[in-house]
């Protein structure tokens, strides 16, 4: 028994250095302590996001850092919304995931028509007074500008793929020639 101590020590202590990264977004001192740790390096950190050197300004703003991710987590859930009521059946899965990886990329490297259109929608102040942001047709219009139609074909050949895999291993499994 008293082996087995040790082991739950270690596990209670490495999950207490586990850091949720979502939490941080809204922890200020850490926020700060990034920021410094930025200037001090004299670089351009911006954690995967490519904001260029507008990225410090984010940082500094709070309130439009917390708007960036409340868009982020809007926009996940509305493309899922839309890709379920397209009725795609057991390939809906993986097409959210797909799309949602889209949507990742392109708000980690925003081309400058990508930015101008989130940077209006993060200063519409009458979109953020709930836990989303419930004007679907700004969301519909912002997947328009940020999944371009490679982007759909790509997210449809993935789902397409998904599926094809899917009908052949039950193919396999009932064994039933093909």
Not at 99 to 118: C, F, G
Not at 121 to 133: A, S
Not at 149 to 174: C, F, N, Y
């Amino acid at each position: 028994m008293n082996e087995e101590k040790p082991n739950y020590i270690q596990s209670i202590s490495n999950q207490e250095n586990t850091v949720n990264p979502m939490d941080l977004l809204f922890d200020e001192k850490w926020l700060r302590k990034a920021v410094e740790v930025e200037d001090k390096v004299g670089g351009n950190i911006g954690a995967g996001l490519d904001w260029g050197s507008g990225f410090s300004d984010l940082m500094l703003n709070l309130e439009l850092l917390g708007r960036l991710t409340t868009l982020r987590i809007s926009l996940n859930r509305e493309v899922r919304l839309l890709l379920n009521n397209w009725n795609l059946g057991t390939a809906t899965k993986i097409a959210v995931k797909t799309a949602r990886d889209r949507l990742l990329q392109r708000l980690r490297l925003p081309t400058p028509e990508v930015k101008e259109h989130i940077l209006i929608v993060l200063r519409t102040d009458e979109l953020y007074g709930e836990e989303f942001i419930s004007n679907r047709e700004i969301l519909r219009e912002l997947l328009g500008v940020l999944l371009k139609q490679e982007d759909w074909e790509t997210i449809a050949a993935i789902a397409a793929d998904s599926l094809k895999e899917r009908i052949m291993h039950q193919v396999s499994v009932e064994k039933i020639s093909a």
